[in-house]
């Protein structure tokens, strides 16, 4: 800039002294002439300031790198560029791979063990520039960009701002909460009702049979009858609405199930007999009976009453008198005086009968009815009496 600044003092000056002096002859010179020389000063600045760019240019061009060469030191190593050492490092790291879920990253206070990032790995600070062989100093740049490094790899970093090698300080920690307790299992609910029981599925059936619902009660009785074989009142319920129904041959089935199942099978071929004799059918309710043995009278009164029934509607009064005396003797009963005098005055023995009729009309637990007959039977007999 100084020698442009140089020639435009001289053009000035020129200018001046052509202005001021003589004219060449007395005369001045010629207007064309003075353009001409105007333009060859200006044609040369020209070319002498590109020349001067031209040189600089050339100059710095030597200093830079031919792209593709690399800069060989002394024994023909490669020279290492003026590296930062933070950028470096993050030249061996391999880029991270896509992650499809995205999550937040969270300030972890607790000192974790150093990564592979963080590991310290020997830097390059001796160049082999000039074959010197004094370690270079890092720059402040390359210091700085060596804290961020640090700070985003999570590792410690010395006051100074280079990386120590130290083990990092454990940050103290929260103490350690105590277990909380765990919380017991409820049970799970079942949205589904409960079945009833066959107790209360035979009071129901009670009830509704108690209402002339027999189907209903009939269905009620035969779950509880079909959950619990063995259940005596459910069968003895139903055996009573099959009867209702009329369904004899139902009723009969299952009295004889009754005596396979029944912990008690004894009340269920009693009441058997009985179906088998109001149907007529003598000889069936006498088989029934005889398939089991004499039970006590005080624990299967009605045993000996039916048999001495069959006997009597049989015609063999002795057999029924006998029955009849063996309940009389266990616990004497209006009923049971009745079939007596009945099965004496069937053998003809009418003083015997006139005797049991008497003791009838006596007894407390008499019904009018059977006191009217029993006193009619008497007058018939003549009032006769045991000789």
């Known amino acids: 800039m100084s020698l442009i600044n ?22 001045e010179a010629p207007v064309q002439e003075r353009k001409g020389a105007r333009w060859t000063l200006l044609a040369g600045l020209t070319i002498g300031v590109a020349l001067v760019c031209g040189a600089a240019g050339f100059f710095w061009g030597k200093t830079l790198p031919v792209a593709g060469q690399k800069e060989v030191g002394p024994g023909g190593a490669p020279v290492i560029p003026d590296v930062p050492e933070h950028m470096q490092k993050r030249r061996d790291v391999p880029a991270p791979k896509p992650s499809t879920v995205t999550e937040p990253a969270v300030a972890v206070a607790k000192a974790e063990p150093p990564t592979a990032l963080e590991e310290e790995k020997p830097a390059p600070d001796l160049l082999a520039v000039g074959g010197s062989s004094e370690p270079k100093k890092a720059s402040p740049s390359a210091t700085a960009g060596q804290g961020v490094a640090r700070s985003v790899a999570g590792a410690p970093e010395s006051p100074e701002g280079k990386s120590s090698t130290e083990a990092p ?40 049979f108690a209402v002339g619902k027999n189907s209903q009660a ?10 619990d074989p063995g259940f005596d009142s459910a069968r ?50 006498e088989t029934t009976l005889q398939g089991m043995d004499a039970p006590s009278p005080a624990s299967f009164p009605d045993w000996y009453a039916l048999s001495g029934r069959i006997h009597q509607q049989q015609g063999r009064y002795a057999d029924a008198a006998n029955q009849y005396r063996v309940l009389l003797t266990e616990k004497p009963q209006a009923r049971w005086w009745l079939g007596l005098a009945l099965a004496e005055e069937g053998q003809g023995r009418l003083a015997q009968a006139a005797q049991a009729y008497r003791a009838l009309v006596n007894h407390p637990s008499a019904s009018q009815r059977m006191k009217t007959f029993a006193e009619q039977r008497i007058t018939a007999l003549g009032g006769r009496t045991v000789q």
């Open 6 to 27: 140089q020639m435009l003092k001289d053009i000035e000056q020129r200018k001046t002294a052509s202005k001021g002096g003589d004219p060449i002859g007395g005369l």
């Open 169 to 208: 300080r454990a940050v103290p920690s929260r103490p350690a909460e105590p277990p909380r307790p765990v919380p017991e299992e409820q049970p799970v609910l079942s949205k589904a009702v409960a079945e009833p029981s066959p107790a209360q599925q035979v009071e129901k059936a009670r009830r509704a």
């Open 218 to 227: 009939r269905i009620l009785a035969e779950k509880a009858l079909k959950r």
């Open 236 to 285: 003895t319920l139903l055996v009573s609405i099959s009867v209702a129904q009329g369904k004899m041959g139902r009723a009969e089935t299952l009295l004889e199930e009754g005596m396979v199942h029944s912990s008690s099978p004894e009340s269920f071929r009693i009441r058997l007999a009985r179906m088998q004799l109001t149907q007529g059918r003598l000889k069936d309710a």
